[in-house]
């Protein structure tokens, strides 16, 4: 199918529909008490020209939206400081309770420059970059796939654990392997401190400042009560979908790496992660297929269930695969990864939200419907211009 010429199609078009989805979706959406925080980018491939991308944030202080200012490189946001997520004395987050008086807040800088946007935690989006960590290992010679690694008395593959960690969320998979990258020197702590992170070395080469998981513990703890968790594990969503630019196979050179950058991944490494995405048996965020027959359902990215996926009901017709991860808690919900259409869209799309379980549109749902409905008006404007 040949794209669709006549139609606009550039870093401010895409900028402005994005800033329209959003807006629209939370129109149709119940009052959120507070206002959402909403951190969204994507970057599309189209098969001739150049890639195309926008990052747009949404807080109490813009609540119609605000448009992250991006190099001709695709570098980092230029117009925003991102804070980190804050916690209180008693390692409770904050940030997004209601009645929670901003001015108050043990706000510490993330990155950036411009107007405050505090970064909410990426929930288990955290685990593309223990992923990384893990493939890092293993392109290295430090691991082997197929090598068996014990943890809390358990022994199992390294591939096994990325697959649960990959396709099922499992935080107790997550656990092993936080604590595989610390046995094998890609972190290293020292008095109780963090020394030495291979994963925060790569990102501050190519100026993904606000990727970070920081203060995990040698025994594999991520969590709040480990030290680790909200304010020291953080993503924003045009970072992320850099990530995963420099890690899905096949797309063109990242425009803000020098010519001879390496590839972060051996291609075999890079060829297995887009693998295990694209398993994903969670589609309730960005994509919504496993929850057809909920009350209200509202599509969201069209993508084909996996094989052994959870199903609600028979799925509607769908067009394309969208190898992602998710990730919920009561106060947040994210999503990131890469969308391939059948006729030829192929994108990346990373979401981060304050729109937590808290927020479930109903029993069974991981959040509102105006977040499945963001990924269905970008996916069908992109279709229009990509197809």
């Not at 990102?203 to 909200?230: P, S």
């Not at 919900?333 to 304050?354: E, M, P, S, V």
Request: glycine share 8%; proline share 6%.
């Amino acid at each position: 199918m040949a794209m669709n010429t006549g139609l606009t199609f550039d870093h401010d078009a895409l900028a402005q529909h994005l800033l329209t989805s959003v807006r629209e979706a939370l129109a149709a959406a119940p009052a959120f008490d507070p206002p959402p925080s909403i951190d969204l980018a994507v970057a599309a491939f189209p098969r001739s020209g150049a890639p195309v991308w926008a990052n747009v944030l949404f807080s109490r202080a813009w609540p119609q939206g605000r448009v992250a200012q991006i190099s001709p490189q695709a570098g980092a946001v230029r117009n925003v400081l991102f804070m980190a997520d804050p916690l209180d004395a008693a390692g409770r987050s904050v940030a997004w309770v209601r009645g929670s008086d901003w001015t108050q807040l043990p706000l510490r800088a993330l990155a950036g420059h411009g107007e405050r946007f505090i970064a909410p935690y990426p929930a288990s989006v955290l685990k593309l970059m223990v992923a990384l960590g893990v493939a890092c290992l293993v392109d290295s010679g430090r691991a082997a796939w197929a090598a068996p690694w014990v943890h809390a008395g358990t022994v199992q593959r390294i591939e096994q654990l990325m697959d649960d960690m990959l396709t099922h969320s499992s935080n107790e998979a997550t656990d092993a392997l936080v604590a595989l990258l610390h046995a094998r020197g890609l972190i290293r702590r020292e008095d109780d401190v963090e020394r030495y992170n291979e994963l925060h070395a790569l990102f501050e080469i190519e100026g993904l400042h606000t990727l970070r998981l920081a203060n995990t513990k040698a025994n594999g703890g991520w969590r709040n009560g480990d030290g680790a968790g909200v304010g020291q594990i953080q993503m924003t969503a045009w970072d992320t979908v850099r990530l995963l630019w420099r890690t899905s196979p096949g797309l063109p050179a990242a425009p803000w790496c020098l010519p001879a950058a390496a590839p972060w991944l051996a291609p075999a490494s890079a060829q297995r992660l887009a693998g295990w995405l694209a398993g994903q048996r969670l589609h309730e965020v960005l994509s919504s297929e496993s929850l057809v027959g909920l009350p209200g359902w509202q599509r969201g990215i069209p993508a084909r269930l996996p094989a052994l996926a959870k199903r609600l009901a028979a799925p509607a017709s769908a067009d394309a695969v969208f190898a992602h991860k998710t990730g919920n808690t009561e106060s947040y919900t994210a999503c990131a990864g890469r969308a391939q259409g059948d006729g030829g869209r192929d994108y990346l799309i990373a979401i981060f939200t304050t729109l937590g379980l808290r927020h479930a549109a109903c029993a069974g749902c991981a959040t509102d419907w105006c977040v499945p409905r963001i990924g269905a008006a970008l996916d069908a404007w992109l279709k229009a211009r990509l197809e």
